[in-house]
């Protein structure tokens, strides 16, 4: 199975077009408070040059159900990336794909995923920090969920960038990544060379 990527916490059109111009599958917007949060207008304006057939996602947490209809009048969203403590059935009932992050610090986080597996379509691992649910730019111990028994393909987030890419791809076989601060120079503002250089690199690992 070819290996996926989606770069997140875009907010400049120059990265948008550099994240699509390097290959990547989808493309992320925050719309969550975060130093890389942009309103829905704005993320309209930035994916309406994003072609055909490369997901654009909506980054939130905890969403008011006020954003949540602005989302989707927007039409500008293929999926919504849930982040925060949102109960299942708020999930379950959300009109687009759906994606639920799990930020993850030890086993006990792992007991999450059975919860969202019947109602998200995809699960995002990421890392956990504190009170930081991701954007974290670290690895959570990926020996944790090494041999864990996934209902159905999962996205691996928290920390992953070029030079790392290859040793998560060969450990835990996702079938997504999500890549976000490892390719910036400050929060977000990407770095092309390091956009491009990733994808190089997912290239070589789906010639396998």
Not at 90 to 106: D, M, Q, V
Not at 159 to 181: H, M, R, T, W, Y
């Amino acid at each position: 199975m070819r290996l996926r990527v989606k770069i997140c916490g875009l907010t400049r059109e120059r990265d948008v077009t550099a994240a699509v111009m390097a290959g990547a599958d989808a493309v992320g917007f925050v719309l969550a408070p975060s130093p890389r949060r942009v309103d829905v207008d704005r993320a309209k304006k930035l994916a309406s040059s994003v072609p055909p057939l490369v997901a654009v996602v909506a980054v939130v947490s905890d969403p008011s159900f006020e954003l949540m209809d602005e989302i989707i009048r927007s039409k500008a969203f293929d999926l919504i990336q849930f982040h925060g403590n949102e109960e299942p059935g708020f999930i379950s009932n959300c009109p687009l794909r759906s994606i639920k992050a799990i930020a993850i610090e030890g086993e006990e986080d792992l007991k999450l995923i059975s919860r969202y597996e019947e109602v998200a379509n995809f699960i995002m691992l990421d890392a956990k920090r504190g009170k930081l649910r991701g954007g974290t730019g670290t690895t959570f111990n990926w020996q944790l969920i090494r041999n864990f028994n996934f209902k159905k393909p999962f996205i691996l987030a928290g920390g992953i960038g070029p030079e790392n890419v290859e040793q998560a791809v060969k450990l835990l076989s996702p079938s997504a990544i999500d890549v976000n601060s490892s390719l910036e120079v400050s929060p977000g503002v990407k770095d092309e060379s390091k956009i491009v250089d990733l994808m190089k690199k997912v290239r070589k690992l789906n010639e396998f």
